[in-house]
């Protein structure tokens, strides 16, 4: 219990369809019949014992890819939340609760700072005062991360959502590469760059208050022929770290490189302000937004996801 093991379990036998399947994560728990595997990405699979083939424990995490950054996860969570978090944060029993406004489930959960267990009614008590629900993001695929509290926290009816990865990359080589005059980057949040980026749109007073935040923000914009914006993106440098979000280009001018571009040119700018090593945060859905980071050089380093308390009224 509570290690990273490889299942093989065979599906039914008595039909055309039966197969093989192996299943890799932490097992959760073992009891009626039933063996719950959590995957990397936090989400539990739950296998019959009358299928099981073979198992074996497997080390606790792939190995790191030649030439990326070396990071615990815990150095990354800490990172990231000093990164993307509004002005209202609080350690609440070893978890820092974060609020601003309801924007952004980032903004608006709490994360570990070490290995404690978090408590709900505190932080329960903690949101309630803000008008929140109370939300905690969950890091998993690493070692000594929280699978064992995922499957603890769904078979209570905390329901899963926003599955997504931390991923690094070494920042010199995402640099490397002629200026491109589309794009320029200040330390100003700008109404350009605001407009560039719909979604602060929703809450205008919130939006401002995170993206603004964090330690030496640097805003970049991308502008088409005509000198209307058609990209934005945002990278906070904190130590070595570059941190990178809201990359954004209009649907009118994808397909142009300004994505890349982007990216090469916040990480030029944080090179100058002495970083080494980049990281962001995506969702696993996000096909397009993987397939450019992959081009780019990151690699996953750990995932999360987030559970909310369920309502009790």
């Not at 497997?58 to 815990?74: D, N």
């Not at 997504?164 to 010199?172: G, K, N």
């Amino acid at each position: 219990m509570g290690r990273r093991v490889s299942v093989r379990t065979f599906a039914g036998a008595r039909e055309q369809s039966a197969r093989f399947t192996d299943t890799v994560g932490v097992l959760t728990s073992w009891a009626g019949g039933v063996l719950s595997v959590t995957r990397r990405d936090g989400r539990t699979v739950r296998l019959a014992e009358a299928d099981l083939v073979a198992g074996k424990v497997v080390p606790p995490t792939p190995a790191r890819r030649r030439g990326t950054p070396a990071a615990s996860a815990e150095e990354l969570v800490w990172v990231a939340a000093r990164g993307w978090g509004g002005p209202d944060a609080e350690e609440v029993g070893g978890w820092l609760a974060r609020a601003c406004g309801g924007w952004t489930r980032r903004a608006n959960s709490a994360v570990p700072l070490g290995g404690s267990r978090p408590d709900p009614d505190r932080l329960g008590a903690w949101y309630a005062a803000r008008g929140l629900p109370l939300s905690l993001q969950l890091t998993t695929g690493a070692d000594g991360s929280g699978e064992l509290l995922a499957a603890e926290l769904d078979g209570l009816g905390w329901p899963a959502a926003g599955h997504s990865t931390v991923r690094v990359a070494a920042l010199a080589p995402l640099a490397d590469a002629a200026p491109d005059a589309r794009v320029t980057v200040g330390r100003e949040l700008t109404d350009d760059w605001l407009a560039g980026f719909p979604r602060a749109a929703e809450a205008p007073e919130a939006a401002r208050l995170v993206l603004a935040g964090g330690p030496r923000p640097l805003f970049a914009v991308a502008r088409a022929g005509d000198g209307r914006v058609a990209g934005v993106g945002r990278c906070v440098v904190d130590g070595r770290w570059a941190g990178f979000a809201a990359i954004r280009v209009d649907p009118a001018h994808r397909r142009a490189g300004l994505a890349t571009a982007l990216m090469r040119e916040l990480a030029r700018a944080a090179l100058a302000e002495g970083a080494s090593a980049a990281y962001l945060q995506v969702e696993v859905d996000n096909a397009p937004a993987r397939t450019l980071y992959d081009a780019l050089g990151f690699a996953d380093h750990h995932h999360y996801h987030y559970r909310t308390a369920p309502d009790r009224a």
